[in-house]
């Protein structure tokens, strides 16, 4: 029978409550969740640009940590929530959730996604899609959910400037090009010439 996505309202043949795209989205970000809540971690003390250098008698109070990243990191608790709420929908005994902040995250989203088979046939599966989907994205606005795949190192860059310096940057394959690109001195290095590069680098490295 089809059915409704719960989250997207999509039709879904599948006659599940959250369609295949909703869950591969779900997934994708609970397990982003644990390494982003590590990230915000760097974003707690205020910015140095104010109230730094005044140790005088008179210079301002030594700021508090940031409340705003406070909030955002206990935002983090509805994962432990949600892992609560399946276990009881399931009548299973709670979950076990002891140690630090960030041991909680870790065991309510692998709970959570050990659960997902289930949790797509589930009616809560929209509203949980939802609040990982705000946390994830509160998150995101401050800490980089994602950080790029850098691709494959191809060693040193020879390029030769006019002063006779070779340029040294490392050379990095982005994912799906086939030339490689010197970020630093912008020579494109065509798989035609990794050879002589090689070579290059090679004789380079030893002298
Ligand atoms: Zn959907
Ligand atoms: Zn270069």
């Known amino acids: 029978m089809d059915t409704t996505c719960t ?8 006659g599940s ?7 591969t989205t779900l997934t994708a970000r609970l397990q982003q969740l644990p390494r982003m809540y590590e990230a915000l971690a760097g974003h707690l003390a205020p910015g140095s640009s104010s109230g730094h250098g005044r140790a005088g008698k008179g210079g301002p109070a030594p700021l508090p940590l940031r409340v705003d990243i406070l909030d955002l ?5 509805a994962v432990s929530g949600w892992l ?5 929908a399931r009548r299973l005994r709670g979950p076990r ?9 870790h065991t309510a989203t692998a709970g959570l996604l050990a659960h997902m088979p289930w949790i797509v046939l589930w009616p809560g599966a929209g509203d949980l899609a939802q609040e990982i989907g705000d946390l994830h994205r509160n998150a ?3 800490v980089d959910p994602d950080p790029r795949p850098r691709g494959r190192r191809i060693g040193h860059c020879q390029t030769i400037d006019p002063s006779g310096t070779i340029c040294g940057a490392v050379l990095w394959l982005a994912p799906g090009e086939q030339v490689v690109r010197c970020d630093w001195c912008s020579m494109a290095w065509p798989p035609a010439t990794w050879m002589q590069l090689r070579a290059w680098q090679t004789e380079n490295a030893a002298a």
Not at 7 to 14: E, M
Not at 17 to 23: A, G, Y
């Open 7 to 14: 989250h997207c309202h999509a039709p879904d043949p599948t």
């Open 97 to 105: 959730l002891t140690g630090d902040a960030l041991t909680r995250l």
């Open 73 to 77: 990191r206990a935002e983090f608790d």
């Open 140 to 142: 995101a606005s401050v």
């Open 84 to 88: 609560s709420a399946v276990h009881d």
């Open 17 to 23: 409550t959250l369609c295949v795209h909703c869950t």
